[in-house]
């Protein structure tokens, strides 16, 4: 049964949330879990259309595993002479000339979303120093993610070779200008480091304008961004290392009033490949999933496209993650292989609030910020809400 709204808007079930002054309701997405949670629940409809409407077209503009979205025509266009169909008619490429020694650079022009979803990539990278780098996609090919996950086979029996370390050209192999993308030849882009949160932030600022005086918090797996009035003590979410989480450490109640939180993990996205379990969180400096000490990190920060950027950042940085994090000033929850847990940065105790830094770390992308990022105003329920985001 889809949730109540008005026709036109894809397959979300309601959730059972335990109280009425809100509605949520989730549906499978961009590969993973979305979950969208509104008040006054009455604007519930209007919220998930809008959500829809954000969710498709980041999708169709940054999915590597569609062979019709925007990104894999780019990876398919002959170097020098490809031209994104999203373009403006009547833009022609007119490319520039790259340095003797460099390799040939393929320009094309393409759509202002993903323009803004690979510039909040590269921001990210520069951000991190390379921590996070759009250009591990031919790299998680080569160790066998080519493929949407549900779909990825899996080598239990060790019957493939050893995957070796993937080729990362680096992220000043990409240039945007713009809406003028220019990549190296034999770049393949996966935005997977920053998308999800990009994605979180745009579909949360849309549904809050569909619920004027009220709130709404957008999960995509785990990635969570929040908008409009949050109720008292912040919106009540679940960190876990999992999306579902089960067991009897299932993880920690926070409090988020703005902005965004993400969690990277190296337990989800696993597979099989010549006898090794891989996962998709790749170190671009090895080619390879990356080895450190922490299995999951959480991060708050002023937007969730640079708390998925921070995260994966700190999954890659392994020992070195809590001083790069300490030195953003971020509240981060690091998890380590032993289960051990480690809260920096001012990351509340259970059930506490999330003081998100006002600091922006990463440029404003092009359409700004969650909507009304800071403003806390009293919600329909206080301090008793459920969980409602994990």
Not at 87 to 100: Q, W
Request: some cysteine.
């Amino acid at each position: 049964m889809a949730a109540m709204g008005p026709e036109g808007f894809r397959d979300w079930y309601p959730v059972d949330a335990g109280a009425t002054t809100v509605a949520v309701a989730e549906r499978a997405a961009l590969g993973t879990t979305a979950r969208v949670v509104v008040w006054p629940p009455s604007r519930a409809g209007r919220a998930l259309v809008a959500v829809d409407a954000q969710l498709a077209l980041l999708d169709e503009q940054a999915s590597r595993f569609r062979d019709d979205s925007e990104i894999s025509r780019i990876h398919r266009s002959p170097a020098g002479a490809a031209r994104s169909r999203n373009a403006r008619p009547g833009d022609v490429p007119s490319p520039d000339m790259p340095a003797p020694d460099a390799p040939p650079l393929g320009s094309c022009l393409v759509s202002e979303g993903l323009a803004e979803a690979i510039s909040v990539a590269l921001a990210a990278a520069e951000w991190t120093g390379g921590l996070v780098d759009p250009t591990v996609g031919g790299a998680l090919c080569s160790l066998g993610y080519d493929r949407d996950f549900a779909a990825l086979p899996q080598d239990r029996h060790g019957a493939a070779a050893p995957p070796g370390p993937g080729h990362v050209p680096g992220w000043q192999s990409v240039r945007l200008d713009g809406r003028r993308l220019r990549l190296t030849a034999g770049v393949r882009l996966d935005l997977g480091a920053t998308a999800k949160g990009l994605g979180s932030d745009r579909a949360a600022r849309a549904a809050a304008a569909c619920a004027p005086g009220g709130g709404v918090l957008v999960s995509l797996g785990g990635d969570i961004a929040v908008a409009g009035e949050a109720p008292e003590g912040g919106w009540p979410v679940l960190v876990a290392d999992e999306p579902e989480p089960s067991g009897p450490e299932v993880g920690q109640l926070v409090r988020l009033a703005a902005g965004g939180l993400a969690t990277s993990s190296i337990l989800c996205r696993r597979w099989q490949r010549g006898g090794r379990t891989l996962h998709h969180i790749v170190d671009p400096r090895t080619g390879l999933p990356a080895a450190g000490p922490w299995r999951t990190a959480s991060v708050a920060a002023t937007s969730c496209a640079e708390a998925n950027a921070a995260a994966t950042a700190a999954i890659v940085a392994g020992k070195h993650a809590a001083d790069w994090l300490a030195a953003q000033g971020l509240p981060a929850r690091l998890v380590a292989r032993d289960g051990s847990v480690r809260l920096l940065g001012g990351w509340p105790a259970a059930g506490g609030l999330l003081e998100v830094p006002a600091i922006r770390r990463m440029p404003a992308a092009p359409s700004g910020g969650p909507a009304d990022a800071g403003r806390t105003a009293e919600g329909p329920g206080g301090r008793s809400w459920p969980h409602w985001a994990r």
